[in-house]
């Protein structure tokens, strides 16, 4: 006995259109969860900041329409631009201190030799450490009186008298670079590894045999097909950095003088310091905007082959 064909509106549907229709409705199931979860936990929480930013919104009382007042505060505000000047120099700093250590890290893990598991799961550990739990070790490590770097410093004769590391933006500013960079190049290391094995191997041997050296494979052939893998670890490093906030806060706490203050510190300030949450939140869509354009110009550049 045949089936009979689905009719809508009086006209039969062919079975072609209700397979089809079938694959769509199975596929919107399988998507659904994740959906569910992107619309609960980023649409909708990105269309209430924005709705807060169009409001002076005190932590107790009623929330006051103000239209676009935040936003014209916002742009006289010299401290939130002087963050993101401080933000963005930070940013371009720590991605090349980043790339500098996980590049050559991960050409030396690709190789197969002895204990490479090993080297391996040692430069990855840093990672499983919360920036939290990092931050406030490295708090203790460069503290002046209780700590191990300044001590030690005197008592290898680096230094005639124990220095406060935190006191000086300079020592302050690299102190925080190298401890991030300790942190997350394992991250990259394994981002920059996967792109280093999905080269196929017969790509650098016929390189090889064409009398190509190390470098001009380097730069020809494993550059150009890595292309895709930079990307990735570009734009994690890039938002990951303009993000910035447990580390200059739990270590420096902004100092010295206010030097080492982020975007997202200056959010957290207004936000839960003042107590200014509608402020705070036109800061956050600014600042959302401004790591989107980022992003975009990464994925253009990098995708562009003349774009490296």
Same mark, same amino acid.
């Given at each position: %006995?045949?089936?009979?064909?689905?009719?809508?509106?009086?006209?039969?549907?062919?079975?072609?259109?209700?397979?089809?229709?079938?694959?769509?409705?199975?596929?919107?199931?399988?998507?659904s969860?994740?959906?569910?979860?992107?619309?609960?936990?980023?649409?909708?929480?990105?269309?209430?900041?924005?709705?807060?930013?169009?409001?002076?919104?005190p932590?107790?009382?009623?929330?006051?329409?103000?239209?676009?007042n935040?936003?014209?505060?916002?742009?006289?505000?010299?401290?939130?631009?002087?963050? %993101?000047?401080?933000?963005?120099?930070?940013?371009?700093?720590?991605?090349?201190?980043i790339?500098?250590?996980?590049?050559?890290?991960?050409? &030396?893990?690709?190789?197969?030799?002895?204990?490479?598991?090993?080297?391996? =799961?040692?430069?990855?550990?840093?990672?499983?450490?919360?920036?939290?739990s990092?931050?406030?070790?490295?708090?203790?490590?460069?503290?002046?009186?209780?700590?191990?770097?300044?001590?030690?410093?005197?008592?290898?004769?680096? =230094?005639?008298?124990?220095?406060?590391?935190?006191?000086?933006?300079?020592?302050?500013?690299?102190?925080?670079?190298?401890?991030?960079?300790?942190?997350?190049?394992?991250?990259?290391?394994?981002?920059?590894?996967?792109?280093?094995?999905?080269?196929?191997?017969?790509?650098?041997?016929?390189?090889r045999?064409?009398?190509?050296?190390?470098?001009?494979?380097?730069?020809?052939?494993?550059?150009?097909? %890595?292309?895709?893998?930079?990307?990735?670890?570009?734009?994690?490093?890039?938002?990951?950095s %303009?993000?910035? &906030?447990?580390?200059?806060?739990?270590?420096?706490?902004?100092?010295?003088?206010?030097?080492?203050? =982020?975007?997202?510190?200056?959010?957290?300030?207004?936000?839960?310091?003042?107590?200014?949450?509608?402020?705070?939140?036109?800061?956050?869509?600014?600042?959302?905007?401004?790591?989107?354009?980022?992003?975009?110009l990464?994925?253009?550049?990098l995708?562009?082959?003349?774009?490296?």
């Amino acid at each position: %006995m045949t089936s009979q064909p689905q009719i809508h509106n009086g006209v039969p549907i062919p079975r072609r259109n209700q397979r089809q229709r079938r694959k769509q409705l199975a596929g919107l199931l399988f998507v659904s969860p994740a959906l569910i979860l992107v619309l609960t936990f980023f649409v909708i929480p990105l269309g209430m900041a924005f709705w807060m930013s169009l409001h002076n919104w005190p932590l107790l009382g009623k929330p006051r329409f103000i239209w676009f007042n935040n936003y014209t505060r916002l742009a006289q505000d010299g401290q939130f631009w002087a963050s %993101m000047r401080f933000t963005v120099y930070y940013t371009l700093v720590v991605t090349v201190a980043i790339f500098a250590v996980a590049f050559p890290l991960a050409l &030396f893990a690709e190789k197969s030799r002895k204990l490479t598991k090993i080297y391996r =799961t040692a430069f990855f550990l840093p990672v499983v450490v919360g920036f939290g739990s990092a931050s406030l070790l490295w708090a203790w490590l460069l503290d002046v009186d209780s700590g191990l770097f300044s001590p030690a410093a005197q008592s290898l004769g680096f =230094t005639a008298k124990r220095v406060n590391l935190l006191a000086d933006f300079d020592t302050t500013f690299w102190s925080i670079i190298i401890m991030v960079v300790w942190k997350t190049a394992g991250f990259n290391m394994i981002i920059l590894l996967t792109g280093l094995q999905g080269i196929s191997t017969e790509v650098q041997e016929a390189a090889r045999m064409d009398g190509a050296s190390a470098w001009q494979r380097f730069r020809r052939v494993t550059l150009p097909l %890595m292309r895709r893998t930079i990307a990735l670890a570009l734009i994690l490093s890039v938002s990951g950095s %303009m993000l910035a &906030f447990d580390q200059f806060y739990i270590i420096a706490d902004g100092g010295p003088q206010n030097s080492t203050v =982020t975007a997202v510190y200056w959010i957290f300030s207004q936000s839960f310091v003042s107590f200014h949450l509608g402020y705070g939140s036109a800061l956050s869509m600014v600042l959302l905007v401004i790591l989107v354009f980022i992003s975009v110009l990464q994925l253009r550049l990098l995708r562009n082959p003349e774009g490296m």
